[in-house]
């Protein structure tokens, strides 16, 4: 077994991210149309490359020996073919590669943002390559200390899933339950995913729309040929909220429908184009968003800052802050992180630090997500946090509230 169509793939062939795609497909859900590398490809070439001979030490060395590998003839060949039928009558030949591994997007572990995905691929030999990059992604720093906290120390199998690229006019995400959270941008949703982008954001009630909160929207996101290319949102763009209120109420009543049939709450990724909203997502919510509550301005005296509550627990610490990797080696255990913005490579680090605190994103990125799943406290969205938390200080953070006590 090569290539499999995405609406026939299960869990054992598709890994956690195509099985769920796959049954709302079946279901009738408007699912890009897409086609699946099994797990088993992978396994068969772990097993030719002696990858189960390697620990979690050795995580560079089975990322070199992946990439310098090369697929079957045989299973080129049927990319190949996969990929004509698929963009076959599609906008474009582009389409979108992901990561879907066997052991991601489970009741207990999201796997947020630790293994590779990649958008606007297009041609066989490209999507060969991200297939490759997707199993290496495997062996990746940081998903190696997500395993570690989650007490797994194998990577398991890969499957990838390919599908037809969609070129979104708005994008985001959503968590179902008794209040949807609903998060959205401008453009290609991978900004806002990956915690770069403050969302605008949406609290949702079967009673109607509790709640609206406009984002800073200061960039987008959006495909130029083979191009990913990120500018600046215009003023007009960032003012207006780019979901109305009729969208907002159509993705709550999709969310419920799409919860319904995989059987409890979801974090649904999607993307609108004109009048058609594509589900790209649908896993489990491993931790639920705490409740939101209205963001002060600095108060008592200078003494307090606020943001936005993204994970629960309350927690005190020094400011350690990150402005890039080079700064890594310098947390140590105990530290609340204050940056800019965080990224999902930046995982190893929420292992040993107390809190996060940034100044930009929202309570469904990746970030906020692991942060959940590992019970550390994060606060988002907090106006000059990098200015007013000053290096070595110690802070308390309350996740719960959004409260930055100096």
Request: proline letters at 6%; a negative charge; hydrophobic letters at 40%.
């Amino acid at each position: 077994m090569t290539i499999v169509d995405l609406i026939d793939a299960d869990h054992p062939i598709g890994g956690g991210k195509a099985a769920p795609l796959a049954e709302l497909t079946r279901a009738g859900f408007t699912v890009p149309t897409g086609f699946v590398v099994p797990a088993n490809i992978y396994r068969t070439a772990a097993t030719a490359l002696d990858l189960t001979e390697l620990s979690a030490d050795d995580a560079e060395e089975g990322r070199s020996r992946i990439l310098r590998a090369r697929l079957p003839g045989a299973v080129v060949d049927d990319v190949s073919r996969a990929l004509d039928r698929i963009t076959d009558g599609a906008p474009t030949d582009y389409v979108a590669v992901r990561s879907s591994s066997i052991a991601e997007d489970d009741a207990h572990a999201s796997a947020a943002g630790q293994h590779d995905s990649f958008l606007a691929v297009r041609g066989t030999e490209q999507v060969c390559q991200a297939i490759f990059r997707c199993w290496a992604s495997l062996w990746s720093e940081r998903a190696a200390a997500y395993r570690a906290r989650q007490f797994r120390q194998t990577p398991g199998d890969m499957a990838v899933l390919v599908q037809r690229f969609v070129d979104p006019t708005v994008s985001g995400v959503m968590f179902t339950g008794t209040t949807s959270v609903i998060e959205a941008s401008w453009g290609i949703g991978e900004r806002l995913v990956a915690g770069h982008v403050t969302p605008d954001s949406w609290r949702v009630r079967d009673s109607g729309i509790v709640e609206r909160r406009p984002g800073l929207k200061a960039e987008r996101t959006d495909r130029y040929d083979e191009h990913l290319l990120t500018r600046p949102t215009a003023t007009a763009e960032q003012k207006q909220l780019c979901l109305t209120d009729r969208d907002v109420l159509r993705l709550h009543t999709l969310g419920e429908e799409v919860s319904t049939t995989l059987g409890g709450p979801r974090d649904i990724e999607w993307a609108i184009t004109e009048d058609t909203t594509w589900i790209l997502q649908a896993r489990p919510v491993t931790a639920s968003v705490p409740d939101s509550t209205a963001p002060s301005p600095i108060a008592s005296g200078d003494a307090t800052i606020f943001g936005e509550p993204a994970s629960p627990g309350v927690a005190s610490g020094p400011v350690r802050l990150i402005r890039g990797p080079g700064d890594f080696p310098k947390v140590q255990r105990g530290d609340v992180l204050v940056c800019r913005h965080t990224d999902p490579a930046w995982t190893p680090l929420f292992t040993i630090a107390s809190a996060v605190v940034t100044e930009i994103g929202g309570v469904l990125s990746h970030a906020a997500i692991v942060a959940r799943e590992v019970g550390i406290p994060a606060v988002l969205s907090v106006p000059r946090a990098t200015e007013l938390l000053l290096p070595s200080s110690v802070v308390t953070v309350d996740g719960n509230t959004g409260r930055i006590s100096l």
